[in-house]
């Protein structure tokens, strides 16, 4: 199944208790599509540079394979940008600045040749030309989107009307929390699956995901590690890898979501491991199959009696 991704391709200022950095290469079209090329060779590009943005980054997603027809290079405007610092604990950080620039005017058009994508990716961006560009694929057969907290707080009205026509929504605990205005994880999973998304990925940063799909509930840890450089792309890199595998199956059945968060988590322990997508860019299957091998040794849970016996 051909795999489309809209999103933003940036350049970001990353700021970690460890060290800090500019003209990072980054954005969720950038992290998501990459990560997803690992596992299907056919991955689309929809996004928008400026004229700022290195060669070698886009040799970068060439190398992979990733097909470009779809992002619009403006020769006098500037790459959209952002720049974060995270808190000693990773797991939260603060926003600096998001300088949209093209992304301003940005008006997405799907190429003839992406007509017929099978998984639409809707990548961090605003939810309107999330709209547009799946208003161009009609007949998409599985929509997965992202979103955060600036979209949540900036365009709540145009959010709500995508979620309307979306599949599966992959946000993170706090995101979750704000756009359901409410506490609990799982009233809050509940009452987001009611504004249209039949399944839900909520992620925990290093403690893990959980998915919500009809009747079905699913926690999977994060992969322990002991070194972690930068967050950075983490959930797009998640995302990258739960549609990168779900495109090489015919099915959306429960097991097959389930197998879809731990492919999105493996290939997001590895990104945290260097500074941007470095880490993206030179991995192969074999250190893949190796990480997905031991986060299924780290969650087995070996066949147990109930202590009751059989009291069905
Ligand atoms: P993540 O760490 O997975 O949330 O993704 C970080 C990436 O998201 C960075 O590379 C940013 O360029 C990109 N990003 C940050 N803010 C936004 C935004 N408001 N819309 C779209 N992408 C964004």
Not at 269 to 283: I, M, Q, T, Y
């Amino acid at each position: 199944m051909s795999i489309l991704v809209v999103g933003t391709v940036a350049l970001d200022g990353i700021e970690t208790p460890f060290g800090s950095a500019d003209n990072i290469f980054g954005g969720s079209a950038t992290y998501a599509s990459l990560s997803a090329s690992y596992f299907h060779d056919d991955v689309r590009l929809v996004s928008v540079i400026g004229n700022d943005l290195p060669q070698d980054y886009l040799q970068a997603l060439e190398k992979r394979n990733i097909n470009l027809e779809g992002l619009e290079q403006r020769a006098d405007e500037k790459t959209f940008s952002w720049r974060g610092r995270y808190h000693y604990d990773l797991n939260e950080r603060d926003t600096l600045a998001t300088d949209l620039n093209v992304l301003k005017t940005f008006d997405p058009i799907v190429p003839a040749r992406y007509l017929d994508s099978r998984i639409v990716c809707l990548g961090n961006l605003d939810p309107g030309i999330q709209q547009k560009v799946l208003d161009q694929v009609p007949d998409a057969e599985f929509v997965v989107a992202d979103t955060m907290n600036y979209w949540i707080q900036q365009t709540p009205d145009s959010l709500r009307s995508l979620l309307g026509n979306v599949d599966c929504l992959i946000i993170n605990d706090s995101e979750a929390r704000e756009l359901a205005d409410e506490p609990n994880l799982i009233r809050a999973a509940s009452s987001i699956r009611n504004l249209g998304p039949s399944t839900l990925v909520i992620k925990k940063g290093e403690h893990g995901a959980m998915l919500f799909t009809d009747g079905v509930m699913f926690s999977a840890p994060a992969f322990p590690l002991e070194d972690i450089e930068d967050p950075t792309g983490a959930g797009d890199t998640f995302l990258g890898g739960f549609i990168g595998y779900l495109a090489g199956q015919q099915l959306t059945d429960e097991a097959t979501l389930k197998r879809a968060v731990i492919y999105g988590s493996a290939m997001a322990s590895f990104v945290v491991e260097a500074f941007g997508p470095e880490r993206l860019l030179n991995l192969n299957d074999r250190t893949i199959h190796r990480r997905l091998r031991a986060f299924r040794e780290l969650s087995t849970i070996p066949a147990f009696e109930l202590p009751l016996g059989s009291v069905a």
